[in-house]
């Protein structure tokens, strides 16, 4: 009865081994602040050898397997580091990881609500407070998936089965130049043919334009076309340009097509007054993608979608399965993940969210996401008042975007010449067809510290640069 299984290890050896990985896990919260995003190897003369490594037939031991993870960790871009202002960073909450240990050791199925209902509880009640948290009516639901591109896929099939149900050929969307990526992908996997994504225009070069969507939609109506979904940003990932959501969500709601937000960098910023204001008209929307790995520092695999009506989502993805015939889903109760996702078995991801606001609180999150708005507006300012410098003007949220006065190889030769020095990293983006530079705010590691380092180096380079031409 009460034999363990040999996969089972002793209590001793459990202790043992979640000492030894303990002690790996404090090194790295603890050297996060002081280590450089830059400047170790790049990690490619381990690649071979790791490739070519199989399994021993005999148990290793600990110690030796986390020395060789930490090799690993000594190589590559260190993005959990504090100096890691480049894309959008996952910075990684040990209260998060610590949810994932329990959450994988408990392995508790989610996918039908009736095996645990309290378990999927847990999740919903965190789900609950993200519908709420955007202003989204009772019958909303919210999921959470491995990130910001599943969320736009779900979000997309969910609209195409609500507008051109079985006509995909038909079907149409409309987005901006600055849409992210995997809501062009997302298109494409749901059937839209590629030419049916219509980008449309901008009349400040950052925001998408309702009137020019509203021009194209009626176009396409008249030529027969079925117009499923606005697609507006919360954020772009370019520049953090908000897009003008009440005029989008005026416009869907008028034509009667779906209005999803992609929020996935920006969303979170609604926990601070400042966010709120600037995200209005976001409660309209019929879904928003929400990235927790980036606006809330959770662990990389979390993203999550907000729908509006439940229903809708389970239109798109109920199947009947007999072998789960004993377990019927009753929607108005819990719902089954299972109906309303892509995946049937899935881990109790809820944890990983449900354990860090427990255990530091809504308002710490909020405090923090104020404080990279004061951190980019602190940041902008800095560069725009330098005579080398030009921005974009100020930051909508995090993402301030520069140039130094001259060509676009000047651009690239001030990224270089700050990476120099190894603590910051920045990156470059293309808008209107010129090269500007990105400092984004958005690790929960990011201090005024860092942040005054990299204005200076920024600004030390581009002196030297403009001083060299
Ligand atoms: C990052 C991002 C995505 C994609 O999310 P992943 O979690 O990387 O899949 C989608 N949209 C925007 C605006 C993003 O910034």
């Known amino acids: ?243 003008p959501l009440p005029a989008l969500a005026d416009l869907a709601a008028e034509l009667g097509i779906w209005f999803h937000v992609d929020a996935a960098y920006g969303g979170f910023f609604v926990l601070s007054d400042r966010g709120r204001e600037r995200l209005r ?7 928003i993608t929400l990235d927790p790995h980036k606006s809330l520092f959770l662990p990389f695999g979390t993203g999550a979608l907000l729908v509006a009506e439940r229903n809708h989502l389970a239109l798109a993805f109920a199947e009947e399965s007999d072998y789960l015939r004993d377990h019927s889903q009753d929607l108005d109760a819990l719902p089954d993940f299972s109906s309303i996702t892509t995946e049937l078995t899935r881990e109790w991801r809820g944890l990983r969210l449900w354990l860090p606001l427990q255990l530091h609180g809504e308002a710490a999150f909020r405090e923090a996401l104020d404080d990279k708005l004061d951190l980019a507006e602190h940041a902008w300012r800095e560069l725009d008042a330098d005579a080398n410098l030009e921005t974009l003007g100020a930051p909508d949220l995090s993402v301030v975007t520069f140039r130094v006065r001259g060509d676009d190889a000047l651009q690239d030769a001030l990224l270089a010449r700050v990476h120099e020095d190894q603590r910051v990293r920045l990156s470059t983006t293309v808008i209107d067809g010129r090269v500007v530079l990105r400092l984004v705010a958005l690790s929960h590691r990011t201090t005024r510290e860092i942040v005054d380092l990299a204005i200076r180096l920024i600004r030390e380079a581009a002196q030297e640069l403009v001083a060299d031409h």
């Open 1 to 243: 009865m009460s034999t363990l299984s040999s996969f089972d290890p002793p209590p001793e050896q459990t202790e043992r081994l979640l000492s030894k990985v303990g002690e790996l896990v404090e090194e790295l919260v603890t050297t996060a602040a002081s280590r450089p995003v830059l400047g170790n190897p790049s990690g490619s003369e381990l690649v071979p050898g790791l490739l070519d490594q199989r399994p021993g037939q005999e148990p290793a031991e600990i110690e030796a397997i986390l020395q060789q993870i930490r090799e690993i960790l000594a190589t590559g871009v260190d993005n959990a580091a504090s100096g890691e202002l480049a894309y959008i960073p996952g910075s990684g909450l040990l209260t998060s990881a610590l949810g994932d240990l329990i959450a994988s050791i408990a392995n508790r199925y989610t996918g039908l609500a009736g095996f645990s209902p309290a378990a999927v509880a847990l999740e919903l009640g965190v789900l609950r407070w993200l519908t709420e948290l955007f202003g989204l009516p009772e019958r909303a639901q919210g999921l959470l998936l491995s990130g910001g591109s599943a969320a736009n896929l779900t979000a997309i099939v969910t609209a195409r089965e609500m507008h051109a149900p079985d006509q995909v050929q038909r079907a149409t969307i409309y987005t901006g130049a600055h849409a992210h990526a995997s809501v062009r992908k997302a298109a494409r996997i749901a059937g839209v043919p590629n030419g049916q994504v219509r980008v449309c225009g901008s009349s400040d070069g950052l925001r998408l334009d309702s009137r020019a969507v509203e021009v194209r939609i009626k176009q396409d109506l008249e030529d027969g076309l079925l117009p499923v979904a606005i697609v507006g940003a919360a954020g772009t990932t370019n520049t953090g340009a908000i897009d």
């Open 281 to 287: 008209g976001i409660e309209r929307a019929d879904s």
